[in-house]
Structure formats: C-alpha cells, structure tokens
C-alpha cells in the first residue's frame, strides 16, 4: 500500500492548483515574455478648448504602448478633440512632426524655451 504524504490528506488538488496560479500570478510581473521589445510612443492630443494640437514622444515597452494605444486613443465626436497614439513604425512620421513642431515654437515663442523636450 501506498502512503500518502499528510500534507495531501489537508490540501485537495483544488487548493493546490489555486496556490500554483497565485504564485503564477505573483511572478509575472517579473518575467518578461519574449516578444517585448523597446518602442517609440508617439502621443499627439487636442482638448476642445486648445487652439493647435500638441504632443511628446518616448521609449517604452512594446505592450505598454499597444495597449494604451487600444485603450485611450480617440476622437472627439462634438469637436475637434482627440487623442492619437502611434507605437513602432507608426510613430515616426508623428514624432519628426512633433520634433519639428517644437523646434518651431522654440523660433517663435519665448515661453516655450521652457518646454521640457
């Protein structure tokens, strides 16, 4: 006959596989999953009441940008509002248009020497 170990007369497989996903879910946010990879985020928004629309630029994860990229970009159907977001290649063409854009100010606008870039 075989013995079982006590801790599995206490424990039934139901609470062993919760305690197992528990700790899965623990350690993801230290893993990072292979597809990840450092991308260019490039944010262009225009509120209602702004008269040119405006943006930045930076470096984060692959995911983080699809997914607020999915989840915040939109258009404002009763103005002219919106909130664009573009990962990867897609940002390119916005971040030269924003770089461009502030190297214009920078010419134009004394206040806007101060603008973080």
């Known amino acids: 006959m075989m013995t ?6 206490q424990i039934g497989i139901l609470e062993m596989v919760l305690t197992l996903l528990l700790a899965l879910g623990l350690l993801a946010p230290f893993v990072t999953p292979p597809w990840e990879h450092e991308t260019r985020i490039a944010v262009r928004f225009r509120t209602t009441d702004m008269t040119h ?8 994860s692959s ?6 990229s999915a989840l915040l970009s939109y258009r404002d159907p009763t103005g002219n509002g919106f909130v664009q977001i573009d990962c990867g290649k897609r ?3 916005p971040a030269q248009e924003i770089r461009a854009e502030r190297a214009a100010a920078l ?9 973080p870039r």
């Open 4 to 9: 079982r170990l006590p801790l599995l007369r």
């Open 53 to 60: 629309s405006s943006g930045f630029t930076v470096r984060t």
């Open 63 to 68: 995911t983080i940008c699809y997914v607020l």
């Open 91 to 93: 940002a390119v063409a």
């Open 107 to 115: 010419h134009t606008d004394p206040a806007a020497a101060a603008l």
